[in-house]
């Protein structure tokens, strides 16, 4: 866990819509908190669980995963992977005492910058009130 | 009728081996302590006096037909060990055509400790919808209707406690793992060659023996199984420090019955939750 | 035809909404192709066309709808919910429009034609089965036309088309029960 | 050993005016790997790219990370930059400390702090970076063009132009498609024929068309520049290549039966073509219908008298021609592009039992009217009922038969109706000026150049009466037909008796676009119209490269933006062919076969069918990746457990480091 | 059901209906259930009439009461359904509401609020037949013994027996053919017209009967066009329409009216041999006995 009582946010964001907005963001100057840290992946369907899993096991405090949303993947068909593995994996580390929220899954168009801001703005507060993560 | 199974066994055996059907029949032998079961493998008519079937009989053979290299062969399959078979045929590891599947109408199996005879029945077998296999080339016993859905108790009793608890009552079971994979060689999902467990680069699990490190042992082994897992309980059953596996496995089948509709294993042309989808499906994320 | 005032409309229509979920039909589809119509063998003699009906559930003109006298004289024929190329069961609304402007106690803008309904009712209720002299009679009186068809009386008895005597069944309490009952239950629905 | 060099850009004040840079750079010269680090004002301009290439030369650097703008901007730009000086240019990677930073964050030492993150990650990425080099694929610079109706010759016309070669496919026995069977066409009334036959002679002589008329596109195998077709060619029993055209036999053959081309309102031969200026103008035989092939068919058991030999076309056809061997034959063709052009078909309006049901003889379709209305047609162009020959005074147009319609499955607007009945209306007028028009329409959708215009000509030279509501019933009452509807606008039913009632019948998708569309892995909507790759920005383009898609195959559209959709069909696969060879993104799928045990689990999940399935030395069936399909999304990664896939450029190292440089600090 | 052998010599196995004649055919469209009952017994089909019957409640409750326009219906369902026999109905309004009831039901929020009107259990495992339906069905033989040759019906179906098609049952609402293929069976020509399934006013008749008389010309004067000797119809609203009120349309629209209107039963009845007097062909308020004498059939 990141030293700095604020949290830690890892966000997965893919290269055709997701990463596009959060682009769009900063074009647009749609200010949010600094605790996110962007990885590009081109697809959400590239998000391997098992590297959401080790984020969390290695202290990170929240994930954001972006992708187009449903029927517009680049790839037509990545991000309906994604969403059913995504829905398991959230239920799963949830029962194992990551709290659902922590893990976050949302469709962001190359088009909804400000939606991006918010998003993260939100989640970022959000991580704030809820504190970092107890044990491991 | 445990032993009129036995006569049953025996006898097919005996006739797919004379007529050349089957080169080994993969059945039940009674073991050392002259008690529980233990597998039996059978290439002469002549000792097909050796098989047995009763509720001892705990292991699942489907996964001695992993052998590729391995000729015609028969096999003797319980319900659950039919979901595996299926499992297993869908992910294209067993040829149909290599194996002969003797399947038995399981009456319930029951703890097996050494030297000791139980009438304890084992955990899976609460929790079993599926008695009569799911699929066979030849069928012992007559075909049981089975239970209704079973309740998944355990698991929410688990949900009920705070996700402090949770996390806690998790990372003491990661802190008693001594990742000795006993869970993933008993688990007739697992047959990968090389295991992301054991891969160096990526290093997903740390070579430490860290409470962190198995945790993240624990969840995979148990993610990799969602929509696969046929909840045969062998992880957890041979788990030398008795780490509670299954109620991971079972968290997952709940959501995936719940999400898909979907039971692992009972068929096999049914594609496993994970490798497919709806377009317009509500699954509870980003909506 | 409309009122002679200008259509004001509020931000919500409960109306629509309520005819909506009460019928199962959505009327927002209605793209006032005007087929209902088209083909309604009635329609002629409406004040207000069933096309207009569904336009004016869709703008909430709650009065228009159940003071017309379309939703009387709709025959239940079937044929515009049979051809609409919206798939909307236009004969369905129009009956449930009917109930509500009953329920409502509204004056129906062809009230011969409720006074049919009831006349025919009320022999039910008192044999059971509808006795068609009775019947005639009743309406007659109550509609306040008492010779209307009384000129064809002579030709139909000559053709022993009418009984001097109602058909009577031990139904016919049990009808009066039933009817009762729906009442009652109704009520409480609504 | 690598040597890792590091540039931020202050992006003028952008980047600078938030971000500490110089600090960024100290941080930077700590991290592992790292030997050079350095600022610049403007590192995307000349003098910035300079410089790195300079550090390259002096620090020997073997690795490039650039922190500046999103890699979205300037990604391709500095991978020139390195390449140029002599590095591979996927040995780069890019930190975005501009539109995820400095634009987006106020407080300058959280925004450092998160610059400096985010350039470490990029070094640990950049660190894993492999030389990735494009494959080269040669190309067949050959073009295939499915459907020979105007937007398939347009192609085809185009694509021969640049010198391309091009075989042009059609089902029918001649090119022309539905234009072919129009009278004239709106809004400029100019004769459909007088237009299209040219097109359709040069389609015959150009040089660089092969047409294949009579044929059908079977299997396609193969990726982009390199497809492997299977054409099916029908027996047409006459040998084109002997065969004048003379139509000698086609004037003697006595089998006669309704002829498809004319919508069954005329007659043709057996031998025949259907219509006369068909190209190619030389017959095929119609074997259903052929006396010769009955009298063949005829057995004794079945009694009745035996028929007549015939083979009259064999006796007087003065070359040779007919030949009764011919058998289908089934030719592979390669191509590097595919235009598919399958056009549409007109809605069955039998299914309306409440227009007739199709029993009424004077209830016709518009594409009948339009035949009706051709000098060529079976009336010579006189427009009469087809139940009693009469001429028509009283004309009723119902619009949207099989179009706006849920209860027939066809919600959707065919486009083209509202101006085909208003030149139907116009032209009736001029044809006879006694005729007396009425349009039942829901709305005039007249969107284009001059349509509005025309479509009020109808109503105020011709006098046709628009009347907004639709029929709800046709029937036969004596000689007339009663069409019953409604004027929407007045709200009032209206009745009207009509001598000829004409149904604006829908477009639908043509036959089996389904199947095609399957042949070739591009996608299709519910109602069998495909779907372009993005609807908007690459309206011609599929999801499989190589394959285009154009005209009503795609959706309802008029004759221009047919042939508009042609000619830009023709430019994409023009644009691919003109190429020597094509390369292959290097941001693939590779995979393990030691480590892969053959689930296959890949193998369901890839969108493009990439992944294809090899034996390995000892005898394992393993997956192995087509890269020249794969579009690199990863999917197949994710999909597999014992993590024998990986993605060149996003590896699973790759992005663990990522992660765990954020979290291992 | 029992389906019937076509080449064998023993008597064909019986069919048994219950049957619910509705209240206009124990008044005045007697002639509809005097006929269809002798045709039935022709025919080797048993109707036992459900005693103690109540009326379908036709459009009157339809139009009033949700609930009751189900209640009065399900009534006779339950009869029905405890008899444990197929229900037979010839009156075309009785049949439609008991159908349209049955389909209703098949909900099972509906189901509960209606059995709680009538306080009984009911189910919806009861089969309702119209009799046109019973009669059509092509695997009974029909012993004619005199043909309808020159006569030319036109069949009229109504509204009821069409719509809504998936819950009637109807071979094709717009254009039905199960009451044609049956007066082609017995011999008749029939006229292919298209107001077979247009409404002739019923809903409204007493109140309206400018409505009435404008609706049932145009049907009239449509068949009458086609060249159709008569109407056949399979229900007494339709009828009573069609057939009461010609002398008011003669004298409205100053050309003779006069078109016979007989329901199918009558018609299948004369081609089965009965007299005239035993299908009461003189109910009618248009007289159909001079055309059929002019055609050999009275």
Known sequence: ?136 | MASDFTQQIREKARELLEDGTVECVIGYETGSDGISARPAFIYNAADVERLVFDNTCTHNLVKYLLNKKAKSTAVVVKGCDSRALNLLLSERQIERDKAFVVGVVCPGIVESRWNERSEQLQKRCDWCRQHTPVVSDFMVGDPVTEQPPADFADVAEEEAKTAEERAAFWQQQAERCIRCYACRQACPGCYCTDCFAESLDPEWVGIRIAPAESQMWNTIRAFHLAGRCISCNECERVCPVNLPLSLLNRKLEQKVLELFDYRAGMSEDAPAPLITFKKDEKLGIAE | MLKSTAIILGPVNDFLSSVQSHTGQSITACYQCGKCTAGCPSAYAMDITPRQIMRAIQLGLKDEVLDSSAIWLCLSCETCSLRCPREIDIARVMEAMRHLSLSEGRRPAQKDVVTLYNSFLQQVRLFGRVYDLGFGVAYNMRSGHPFSNVTRLPGLFARRKLKLAPDRTKGASEVRRIAARAKELERMRT | MSRIGVFVCHCGTNIGGVVDVPKVVEAAKQMPLVVFADENKYTCSELGQASIRNAIDEHRLDRVVVAACSPRMHENTFRRTVAAAGLNPYLLEIANIREHCSWVHSDHDEATVKAIDHVQMAVAKVARHEALFPKTIGLTKRALVIGGGVTGIQAALDIAATGHEVVLVEREPSVGGRMAQLDKTFPTLDCSACILTPKMVDVAQHPNITLLSYSEVKEVRGFVGNFEVDILKKAKMVDHSKCTGCGTCWQKCPGKVSSEFDLGLGQRTAIYIPFAQAVPNKPVIDLENCRYQTFLKWDESQGGKKPPECRICEKICPTKSIDWEQQDEIVTEKFGAIVVATGFKTFDHSVYGEYGGGRYPDVISSLQLERLMSAAGPTEGEVVRPSDGAHVKNVVFVQCVGSRDDRVGRPYCSKVCCMYTAKHAIMLKEHDPDVQCYVFYIDVRAGGKDFEEFARRAQDESGAIYLRGRVSHIYQDGKNLKVLGEDSLIGRPVEIEADLVVLATGMEASDNADTLAQTLNISYTIYNFLIEAHPKLRPVETQTDGVFVAGSAVGPRDIPECVAHGSAAAVKAVALLSQDSLKSDPLTSIVDPMKCVGCFACKVVCPFNAIEEQVTRDKRTVSSINENLCKGCGLCVVACRPGAINLRGFTSQQLLSEVLTLVRE | MVQAESSSLEPVAKRVYSYYPGCSLHASAKEFDVSAKLVCQKLGIELRELEDWICCGASAAHSTSHLLSLALPAHTLKQAGEKGLPLAVPCAMCFSRLRITLHELKKKETLDLVSRTLEKELSTDVTVESMLDVLANESISLPVTKPLERLKVACYYGCLLARPPEVIGCDDAENPQTMDRLMGRLGAEVADWGLKTSCCGAGVSFPRLDIVLKLSHRILSLARSTGADCIAVACPMCHANLDMYQKDMTAKHKEKTNLPVLYFTQLMGLALGFSPKELHLDRHLTDPLPMLREKGLA
Request: hydrophobic share 40%.
């Open chain 1, 1 to 136: 866990m990141s030293e700095n009582s604020a949290p830690l946010i890892i966000g997965f964001l893919c290269n055709w819509c997701s990463y596009a907005g959060a682009d769009m963001a900063g074009t647009s100057r749609a200010a949010y908190p600094s605790n996110i840290r962007i990885l590009r992946v081109p697809c959400s369907g590239r998000v391997d669980p098992m590297m959401i899993v080790k984020c969390f096991q290695e202290g990170a405090d929240a994930v954001l995963v972006a992708g187009c949303h449903p029927g517009d993947c680049h790839y037509n068909e990545g991000n309906y992977y994604g969403r059913r593995r995504f829905a398991l994996l959230r239920e799963l580390l949830d029962f194992m005492g990551v709290e659902r929220e922590r893990f976050r899954v949302e469709w962001v168009s190359a088009s909804e910058g400000k939606r991006f801001a918010k998003i993260v703005t939100d989640f970022t507060n959000e991580m704030t009130k809820m504190g970092p993560r107890k044990a491991s």
